[in-house]
């Protein structure tokens, strides 16, 4: 049997704010535009829902007026294959072929967590992810955490515990005074950016943000009971019930790079290559936001806007919003340098050390493999539940050589997991089937 169709003008992947804001430009121009997520709520990482708190203002606009123009709005729902015209989604109610003639897609990022001894400890998390999980309901109220890794995520992660009754400890950036220093010399340009800076200190006074600081182990039983900090001031111990530690983020390029788009790199990691008005390498898929290379909330909402234009044809409003984008990018161009990882970070990464926590592989037994393929046939990493989106991205930064082809553009990574009825329908389809 096969999927039901469904056709769509514009179809955007991504419902966070480059993703809202292509179905609101491509929409209002009276296009038929369709919104996909696998999360169940609108809003990307930003503007994630908080049990609590509902969403930000902006994202509620943003979701009222799809609402308004009709945009059809799939929840839940995992892209989990491409062809070019036509996408896998795997809905609730079955599997779907939705087809289009123009896509956009905005995949955003996710978080680069770096291998260190005691990092599978339970109560250690990403600092996004932490996050994530407290406006969730995760409970924290009362708990000791400490945020580290790179990054202004580590504020906003900070600010949001915070708010969720947590004790915050500090925060360790691994980044230099002196980077931090002359980034905020430079600050004042952005001044809108200088503005969301103060807001977050402001939500955060009375916790210590130190520079130069990295951690280098998490001790625990059954759970991270002491987090090491390796400053230079020497190394010291801070006793907590919770360590949310990340490394900034990775653009997402699985999808893109099912439909063949051309990737580049940014630093060790890929992202989607895009001309100036964000067309990708092939025809009618278009890109916006951090699946660009990670460039922040405002930067996402302009691209988002202008890939909407472009997926409709309205090249002369895309062109209007360039320069906006020049100035977005050039300031995450300064985040990227100032927060770069320095060697100290990578060193934390043993031998012994699990760097695939899902099949347990420790860091040594893949250095020295040809490829990915050798590793997993010899080792199994990268073959668990993550299908390397955490293994082997942190092997990417590490820069192990060999490492590297983990994510080299020319594989088929793995999406999300797959039903089998899903892909045999998927196999069984002929384009020449869809009525124009
Ligand atoms: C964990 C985390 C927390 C963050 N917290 C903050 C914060 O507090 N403040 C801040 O300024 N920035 C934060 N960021 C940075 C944030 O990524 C950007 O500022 C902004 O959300 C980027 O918007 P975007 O639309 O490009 O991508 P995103 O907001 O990441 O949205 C991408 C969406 O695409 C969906 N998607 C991806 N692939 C598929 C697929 N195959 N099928 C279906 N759906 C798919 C995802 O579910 C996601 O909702 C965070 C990032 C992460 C990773």
């Not at 997520?37 to 007026?65: F, N, S």
């Not at 990092?119 to 109220?141: D, N």
């Given at each position: 049997m096969?999927e039901?169709?469904?056709?769509?003008?514009v179809?955007?992947v991504?419902?966070g704010?480059?993703g809202?804001?292509?179905?609101?430009?491509?929409?209002?121009s009276?296009?038929?535009?369709?919104?996909?997520?696998?999360?169940?709520?609108g809003g990307?990482?930003?503007?994630r829902?908080d049990l609590?708190?509902?969403?930000?203002a902006?994202?509620?606009r943003a979701?009222r007026?799809?609402d308004?123009l009709?945009?059809?709005?799939m929840p839940?729902?995992?892209v989990?294959?491409?062809q070019?015209?036509?996408?896998?989604?795997?809905c609730?109610?079955?599997?779907?072929?939705?087809?289009?003639?123009?896509?956009?897609?905005?995949?955003g990022?996710r978080?680069l967590?770096l291998p260190?001894?005691?990092?599978?400890?339970?109560?250690v998390t990403?600092?996004?992810g932490?996050?994530a999980?407290s406006?969730l309901?995760?409970p924290?109220?009362?708990?000791?955490?400490v945020?580290?890794?790179?990054?202004?995520?580590?504020l906003?992660?900070a600010?949001?515990?915070?708010?969720?009754?947590a004790q915050?400890l500090?925060?360790h950036?691994?980044?230099?005074?002196h980077a931090?220093?002359?980034f905020a010399?430079?600050?004042?340009?952005?001044p809108g950016?200088?503005?969301q800076?103060?807001?977050?200190?402001?939500r955060?006074l009375?916790?210590?943000?130190?520079?130069d600081?990295?951690?280098?182990?998490?001790?625990?039983?059954?759970a991270?009971?002491e987090?090491e900090i390796e400053s230079?001031h020497?190394?010291?111990?801070?006793?907590?019930d919770?360590?949310?530690?990340?490394y900034g983020?990775v653009a997402?390029?699985?999808?893109?790079?099912?439909l063949?788009c051309?990737?580049?790199?940014?630093?060790?990691?890929?992202?989607?290559a895009v001309?100036?008005?964000l067309?990708?390498s092939v025809?009618g898929?278009f890109?916006?936001?951090?699946?660009l290379?990670i460039?922040?909330?405002?930067?996402?909402?302009?691209?988002g806007?202008?890939?909407?234009y472009?997926a409709?044809g309205?090249?002369?409003?895309?062109?209007?919003?360039r320069r906006r984008?020049?100035?977005a990018?050039a300031f995450?161009?300064?985040l990227r340098?100032?927060?770069?990882?320095r060697p100290?970070?990578?060193?934390a990464?043993?031998?012994?050390v699990?760097?695939?926590?899902?099949?347990?592989?420790?860091?040594g037994?893949?250095?020295g493999?040809?490829n990915?393929?050798?590793?997993?046939l010899?080792?199994?990493?990268?073959?668990g539940?993550?299908?390397?989106r955490?293994?082997g991205?942190?092997l990417?930064?590490?820069?192990?050589?060999?490492?590297e082809?983990?994510?080299?553009g020319r594989r088929r990574p793995?999406?999300?997991p797959?039903?089998?009825?899903a892909l045999?329908?998927?196999f069984?389809?002929?384009?020449?089937?869809?009525?124009?």
């Amino acid at each position: 049997m096969r999927e039901p169709r469904l056709r769509y003008d514009v179809l955007v992947v991504g419902a966070g704010p480059a993703g809202l804001a292509a179905a609101h430009a491509a929409a209002a121009s009276g296009a038929r535009v369709g919104v996909v997520d696998a999360q169940p709520r609108g809003g990307g990482q930003v503007w994630r829902h908080d049990l609590e708190r509902g969403v930000p203002a902006a994202a509620r606009r943003a979701l009222r007026v799809l609402d308004t123009l009709g945009v059809t709005w799939m929840p839940q729902v995992q892209v989990t294959m491409a062809q070019p015209g036509w996408l896998l989604a795997d809905c609730r109610e079955g599997p779907r072929q939705l087809h289009y003639r123009a896509l956009v897609l905005a995949t955003g990022a996710r978080e680069l967590l770096l291998p260190f001894p005691g990092w599978t400890l339970p109560g250690v998390t990403g600092a996004g992810g932490a996050q994530a999980l407290s406006k969730l309901g995760w409970p924290l109220r009362g708990k000791r955490v400490v945020v580290a890794g790179s990054g202004p995520l580590l504020l906003a992660s900070a600010a949001t515990l915070r708010a969720h009754g947590a004790q915050v400890l500090g925060i360790h950036e691994q980044a230099s005074a002196h980077a931090l220093r002359a980034f905020a010399l430079r600050l004042p340009r952005w001044p809108g950016k200088a503005a969301q800076a103060l807001a977050l200190r402001t939500r955060l006074l009375g916790v210590r943000y130190r520079t130069d600081s990295i951690v280098v182990a998490a001790h625990g039983d059954d759970a991270v009971r002491e987090v090491e900090i390796e400053s230079p001031h020497g190394r010291r111990r801070i006793a907590c019930d919770q360590l949310a530690v990340g490394y900034g983020l990775v653009a997402n390029t699985e999808l893109a790079q099912l439909l063949g788009c051309r990737l580049e790199h940014e630093g060790r990691h890929p992202r989607v290559a895009v001309d100036p008005m964000l067309r990708t390498s092939v025809h009618g898929v278009f890109a916006a936001g951090e699946a660009l290379g990670i460039g922040g909330r405002d930067c996402a909402l302009v691209e988002g806007a202008m890939a909407g234009y472009m997926a409709v044809g309205a090249e002369a409003m895309a062109e209007r919003l360039r320069r906006r984008r020049r100035r977005a990018r050039a300031f995450a161009e300064q985040l990227r340098s100032a927060f770069a990882l320095r060697p100290a970070v990578h060193a934390a990464a043993r031998e012994d050390v699990l760097v695939c926590r899902c099949e347990d592989v420790p860091l040594g037994a893949v250095l020295g493999m040809a490829n990915a393929r050798e590793a997993k046939l010899a080792s199994r990493c990268g073959m668990g539940a993550c299908q390397g989106r955490v293994c082997g991205t942190a092997l990417a930064e590490l820069g192990l050589a060999r490492a590297e082809r983990f994510s080299d553009g020319r594989r088929r990574p793995p999406l999300f997991p797959v039903r089998l009825d899903a892909l045999a329908g998927s196999f069984l389809h002929d384009p020449r089937d869809i009525p124009s």
